[in-house]
């Protein structure tokens, strides 16, 4: 059902959150547009997220992103944890407003199809059991104006997507390590502006 290229390959129109059963082997695996990192393309998403609950205990997402993750090398390292904490989350729940004001879609294809089979497994009642995905190690490099790379290995451990009641629609194998990396652009807060798996 997958061409299986990596970590964030393609779905199609699966709601499989990573690669079916197997992932194969072969080059780097480039996703669509160069990294996106010069300041000359740093516009503004104009991503607003509306907040629920007092403000105190509930901040606005995009509003704290800033202040959580500062333009730093350690704001960054920190941000692409949280950026994929959200979206196991989002996987978890089938709730892609967890990954949207952290990624640009115009530019990072993976960071779509996060939001696309989110979204198709919110429709299908379905949500993935397991854990999404393990970081084994992360290292950022140095913050050059307002843009980073981030290089990561990840694991992606066995799991499954369900349906609502429980039955699995999509196993999922492990597999890994793979070498990740996130290009992240400085706009109001971090941005994750594409994703390249590396093997």
Sequence with gaps: MFAAAG?????????????GPSVASGASKR???????????????????PSSG???STPTLVSDLAVRFPKTQQGAEDFVRFVMAQVSKAYATGDPSLIRPLVDVTTCPDC????????????KSQHYEGEFVDIQSLRSLTVKDDAVGVITQLLAPAGRTVDSRGRVVDPRSASGPLRTDFFLQFRDHWLVVNVEVVR
Aim: proline content about 13%; overall charge positive.
């Design 7 to 19: 970590l964030f390959s393609a779905c199609s129109a699966s709601t499989a959150p990573l690669p």
């Design 31 to 49: 996703t669509g547009a160069s990294p996106a990192i010069s300041p000359s393309s740093a516009a503004s998403t104009g991503t607003t997220t």
């Design 54 to 56: 007092p403000p105190a």
């Design 112 to 123: 779509s199809r996060w939001i696309t089979a989110t979204a198709e497994m919110k429709q």
